[in-house]
């Protein structure tokens, strides 16, 4: 708990809104400066901090004029290092153990009562709107903070990142837990579309409601 405590901390101040933004995609000090309400010196300050800690890497723009290009912010696969990397190492032990100890059929059932747990049996909300506020609520509980795309009767719970990025991509099937606790909480069957091709994994969950929302 010590470590969470540490990590949130961290997320609250002026490096943490840096990383959160660049977790969004590439951006220039001065993009930076107007979305974060910071000042240049400040901006600069922490970028030279994360960098200096691999954290962040500057790349510089192509030339369109006269003058030196900006550069652009980007974050390096060392930003997992902010998250205690004890806890990806042993519950990857743990899970590997747990699969080879109880074979796949016993193992997908030990992750369907994990998701039933943390699901909870609280009621389920009557209308759509409320059950994705609770559903985004719980998710950002674990860690996971996800944007809410609705189209129709089709919604997109997506993430920017992923509380698991240390362990997801050998262990695929936490998506799908994941996925499943959506589901229970939203009454639908969901899928999930996490992208766990790059060095900062992100979540992705889908489903489609049927008849009227």
Partial sequence: MAGNNWFRRLLAGSRGRIVAKLREGPATINELTETLSMSANAVRSQLSALERDGLVMAQPQSSTGVGKPPNTYQLTGDVGSLTPKAYAAVLDIILCAARDRVGAARYAQVLDDAATRI???????????????????????????????????????????????????????????????????????????????????????????????
């Fill in 119 to 213: 699901a909870g049996d609280r009621p389920i909300a009557t209308s759509l709107e409320a059950r994705l506020v609770e559903t985004k609520n719980l998710l950002g509980t674990l860690g996971a903070e996800v944007e809410v795309q609705r189209s129709g009767r089709k919604v997109r719970l997506q993430g920017m990142d992923c509380p698991l990025t240390s362990v997801v991509a050998g262990h695929p099937e936490l998506c799908r837990m994941l996925a499943d606790v959506i589901g229970r909480r939203l009454g639908v069957t969901v899928t999930e579309c996490c992208d766990r091709s790059t060095a900062l994994p992100r979540c992705c969950f889908a489903a489609e409601i049927p008849g009227r929302a």
